[in-house]
């Protein structure tokens, strides 16, 4: 905790520090995306694709927040809305206390967010040198070509590749390793606030994932940086995250401080996730599975709470009422009809048990 | 699982190059791998260091032109590499047969699976239509897909992931081969999704007492299914043991950085212990042991020669120059 708040001290210092270190550097309400899949007779679409479906969650400043959760379950489209890569249908977002679109503009609001996806060959420009790609975007922002260029140099350096040795290659001439590194020199280049990598380890053989793992916490320190880490990895979820958020079928499911989530998660979903990895003890291996067949199509969810068809705790009232985050525990928060009072769930009050 | 039994699967300086690029590419160099009846290994290494060609030339799939093989393989008594024509045909599927990651691959699109299970069935043994569809059943039922009647019946694009992956493993086994390889098979699955795939292989092996290959880079999986770990580095198996000695007594430098360097167990923000540098070019292969470049403990003749293989115990070595004492 105290790291925390020294984390925040410094952040604080940053001149473009609006709210202090108490205020979030992001407030995320009703966010919500829907794609039409499919068209009828008339040329609209009888099908939407709920791929994030009212999604409210805080990021603090400094931290890393993680983001879990299956298949389909929203991460990527959660992070593209972040970054207004496409228009949410509903919901806002208050970066730093200031409404994105109405307080500051998207344009300024774009310079401080900055992405890292998973494919590093498909995100770099084939025909840049690695130097012209860093530098590309503080050009387009008016950022003199010396200028961007002595930056690039440094950013290289930064994450560990020589700049005499680097800055002249093309992307084909690096490996996977080192061009997720320039992506994410790339990605620094506009002095960003946050930084949201979505699978941006995945791609990476285990001992190279490792050393960009290390340069990622580096940075974080460096440049006071706050970031939102979407991985599969649970493992590396737990390791980098001060808090975690998992999402089922377009929602939260729960949120919460890392380890207490990891070590005791509140939400039935989360539990049979986690309980999912695989052992790391040749004499502890998993014998039952905690969850049996694929998650739900995200076409048509389930009415009620999304989980509901395969939850063991699911009660009739788990069909109808959507439930909503609710505390539980010290730092957890947690959309279970079990932990909500009053919902009717025949389980109330037995919780903890998940 | 010691060296009595005589082995189903002998692999002797296994070496495969691809030829026909602009540089000859060296993916396996020198594999040697005994497996005995009924046991699980698992193919454990990092992209590129040729777990993938190690499979593929146990079934023979290398194309002649392109490639060329060194050493021996064989499996369940027959020479691999001697094998043409229907017996090779024979050899693929009935003896030995493979799952992939992406089971879409392996199904066709455009026959139902009970279908391609049937003719499967029926290209290798001389049963009725009836006969090969009841046996497809059972199959469905065998890898526990729900409503197996009604899926016989579906086209693959109709099942979820995890049904094909079940539906692909009944492929796998209707001629009821003695081994099984499975490159990856739960890679693409989704945790909860992995989970059920990896029970569900660890209970087939057991009641059909089935000989697997399980090729992976996640040492979770291994852990889950696997009798023992043969860990692979650019294209040679640098360390193999029982499950539980790789584990928790690893001996060769790059096993003990990979399990030094996992997030897994590590302190929340602690700076991970990183293996240096990164995997070799296998066009461009150092003469010495490979991961001389990248190994704390290396010393002159690491780069020299390429270290031979020596035990650790009875069943457990190990291709490192460093005394085994050495390696901590
Ligand atoms: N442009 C689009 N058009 C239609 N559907 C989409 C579009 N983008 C995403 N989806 C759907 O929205 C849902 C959520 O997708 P998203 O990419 O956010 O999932 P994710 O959690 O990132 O999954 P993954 O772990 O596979 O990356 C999925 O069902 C996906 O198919
Ligand atoms: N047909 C081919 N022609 C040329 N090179 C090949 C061919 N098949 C594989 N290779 C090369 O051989 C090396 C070993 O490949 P292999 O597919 O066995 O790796 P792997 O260990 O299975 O990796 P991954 O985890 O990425 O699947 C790689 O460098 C690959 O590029
Ligand atoms: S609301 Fe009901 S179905 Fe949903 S997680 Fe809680 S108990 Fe399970
Ligand atoms: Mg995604
Ligand atoms: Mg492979």
């Known amino acids: 905790m105290t790291e925390l708040a020294d984390m925040q001290q410094s952040v604080a210092r940053d001149p473009r520090d609006r709210g202090g270190p108490r205020q979030p550097l992001l407030s995320v309400r009703g966010l919500v995306k829907h794609f039409p899949v499919g068209k009828n007779l008339f040329g609209r679409s009888r099908n939407v694709v709920r791929a994030v479906d009212d999604v409210d969650f805080e990021l603090l400043k400094g931290e890393t927040l993680g983001i879990v959760g299956e298949s389909g379950c929203g991460k990527s489209t959660t992070a593209r809305l972040l970054m207004n890569l496409i228009e949410p249908d509903a919901g806002e977002i208050i970066f730093d206390g200031e409404v994105v679109g109405h307080d500051i503009s998207l344009r300024d609001y774009r310079r401080q967010v900055q992405m890292v996806f998973q494919d590093s060959y498909a995100s770099l420009n084939p025909r840049l040198t690695i130097e012209d790609s860093i530098a590309f975007a503080p050009r387009v922002h008016g950022v003199s070509r010396r200028e961007a260029v002595g930056r690039a140099h440094d950013l290289l350096a930064r994450v560990g590749l020589e700049p005499h040795r680097f800055a002249g290659r093309y992307p084909h001439e690096l490996s996977g390793g080192q061009r997720q590194r320039v992506n994410i020199a790339r990605a620094l280049a506009l002095e960003p606030r946050l930084v949201i990598l979505d699978e941006a380890v995945s791609a990476l053989d285990k001992s190279v994932e490792a050393q960009v793992l290390n340069l990622l916490l580096d940075l974080k320190d460096a440049f006071g940086l706050t970031y939102i880490f979407i991985s599969h990895d649970l493992n590396v979820v737990r390791f980098i995250s001060d808090r975690v958020m998992v999402m089922y079928l377009g929602k939260v499911a729960e949120i919460g401080d890392a380890e207490s989530v990891f070590a005791q998660p509140q939400h039935p979903y989360s539990a049979a996730l986690l309980a999912s990895m695989p052992a790391m003890d040749p004499d502890a291996r998993t014998e039952q599975a905690p969850l049996y067949g694929d998650p739900p199509n995200p076409i048509d969810p389930p009415p009620g709470c999304r989980f509901h068809t395969r939850c063991r705790f699911a009660d009739p009232v788990c069909s109808q009422t959507v439930p909503s985050l609710t505390p539980a525990g010290e730092t957890q928060q947690v959309a279970c009809l079990m932990r909500q009072y009053g919902s009717g769930h025949s389980c109330i009050g037995l919780e903890g048990r998940a | ?328």
Not at chain 2, 62 to 91: E, N, Y
Not at chain 2, 191 to 205: H, K, P, S
Not at chain 2, 268 to 279: E, K, Q
Request: net charge neutral.
């Open chain 2, 1 to 328: 699982m010691t060296g009595t039994a005589a082995p189903i699967i002998d692999i002797r300086d296994l070496t495969v190059t691809f030829i026909g690029g602009r540089k000859p590419v060296h993916a396996v160099n020198g594999v040697t791998l005994a497996i005995q009846p009924a046991e699980v290994l698992a193919l454990l290494g990092e992209s590129g260091s040729g777990k993938s060609v190690t499979l593929r030339s146990l079934l023979g799939l290398h194309p002649p032109g392109r490639t060329s093989i060194g050493g021996s393989i064989q499996v369940a008594g027959k020479d691999v590499m001697a094998l043409s024509g229907r017996a090779l045909a024979d050899f693929r599927g009935k003896t030995v047969s493979m799952i992939f990651q992406e089971p879409l691959l392996a199904l066709d699109p455009v026959y139902t699976v009970g279908a391609q299970i049937a003719e499967t069935i029926q290209r290798h043994e001389a049963v009725s239509r009836v006969k090969a569809r009841a046996r497809a059943l059972a199959l469905l039922q065998k890898v526990r897909i729900p409503s197996p009647e009604r899926r016989l019946d579906a086209f693959p694009h109709e099942m979820s992931g995890g049904m094909r992956q079940r539906a692909m493993i009944a492929l796998a086994l209707a001629c009821n081969p003695q081994i099984l390889l499975a490159d990856e098979p739960t890679t693409a699955l989704d945790a909860t999704v992995q989970i059920q795939i990896l029970l569900l292989l660890r209970e087939l092996q057991r009641e059909l007492g089935l000989t697997v290959i399980l090729v992976t880079h996640d040492i979770g999986v291994a852990v889950e299914v696997a009798d023992r770990v043969a860990v692979m580095y650019a294209g040679r198996i640098v360390e193999t043991g029982p499950v539980r000695e790789i584990i928790r007594n690893p001996r060769h430098p790059y096993t003990q950085g990979l399990l030094a360097s996992r997030a897994h167990g590590a302190m929340t923000g602690s700076r991970l212990d990183a293996i240096p540098g990164s995997p070799p070019d296998l066009a461009d292969l150092p003469p010495g042991c490979s991961f001389a470049p990248r190994c704390k403990h290396a010393k002159a003749t690491c780069v020299e020669t390429a270290p031979e293989i020596r035990s650790v115990t009875a069943d457990h070595w190990m291709r490192c120059m460093l005394d085994a004492e050495a390696a901590e």
